[in-house]
């Protein structure tokens, strides 16, 4: 294992790793604390249909899911807030279209074309060193804005509410965290995939919440929690020579399903004892 650190792909790996374990910590919290993990999941599949139509105008897949991913973000934010109409269902309908104009996308790009899964699944093996960068600007600048806005990003979550009685622009919050949301999820594709990225947002900080109910506390936990996850995970991966995104997820649910189960136990014993 020593021996491949002098490989670059190897080092970009474990740079992309450390710096998404940082956004899957931060980010992720807000998401799991905010109950929008099913929002998350249709941003994430909706922006496959940019992915398709990016290859299909001759763009970078990014540039294209990265324009998917924000409209979805803002459109089922802007329905859920001031539409009628059901959130659950316009995630759904806007889910179901970013994928099937995605593969429509797909059908429609004449010559060759990178495999489906490189986006469905991710390989942080093949992450190049510009998506290194962009990545670190994520994180430097998710961090700067979860720490400036984090009172109020945990007032909203918390208690929406009371965060309008107070004067907290909590429309301005709300779609701040959606933007923060939609970015993450495009620059974290190529790591473990559109199907896998909601895992890793949702994994790590629940986990982390049954340590803890303090918000810092389970950001902390969480981004330790993702590391741990995405270390052994391309351990594991390389050793049995298996795809590195479904590893780090598998490894992850598992941990959370023994998570559960310990927690269970232990509060079964509190009650008898």
């Known amino acids: 294992m020593l021996e491949l650190l002098e490989y670059t792909f190897i080092q970009n790996a474990l740079i992309v790793g450390f710096l998404a374990s940082i956004i899957f910590g931060l980010v992720g919290t807000l998401v799991v604390v905010k109950r929008i993990v099913f929002i998350s999941g249709g941003i994430a599949h909706a922006s496959f249909g940019g992915v398709g139509m990016a290859f299909f105008l001759g763009w970078d897949p990014l540039v294209g899911a990265l324009i998917f991913a924000v409209g979805s973000a803002i459109s089922i934010g802007y329905i859920g807030r001031e539409s009628v109409q059901r959130e659950d269902t316009t995630i759904g309908i806007i889910w179901a279209v970013g994928m099937a104009l995605g593969a429509l ?136 020579d298996i795809p590195s995104g479904p590893t780090i997820v598998t490894f992850a649910g598992i941990v959370f399903i023994g998570a559960l189960i310990g927690n269970k136990i232990g509060e079964r014993l509190s009650e008898t004892s």
């Open 105 to 240: 996308f797909y059908y429609l790009t004449p010559g060759y074309l990178p495999s489906a899964e490189s986006f469905l699944f991710g390989n942080i093996l093949m992450i190049r060193s510009v998506d290194v960068t962009l990545l670190a600007i994520l994180t430097v600048i998710t961090v700067l804005i979860i720490t400036v806005f984090f009172r109020r990003f945990q007032a909203v979550s918390f208690d929406e509410e009371f965060s309008e009685i107070v004067g907290i622009n909590t429309n301005l919050i709300y779609y701040l965290l959606l933007l923060i949301v939609s970015i993450s999820i495009v620059l974290l594709l190529k790591f473990v995939g559109i199907i896998l990225v909601i895992a890793m947002l949702s994994i790590p900080p629940t986990i982390a919440g049954l340590l803890t109910y303090n918000l810092k506390h389970m950001m902390v936990y969480s981004t330790i929690f993702s590391l741990i996850f995405t270390y052994l995970g391309l351990s594991i991966s390389y050793a049995l």
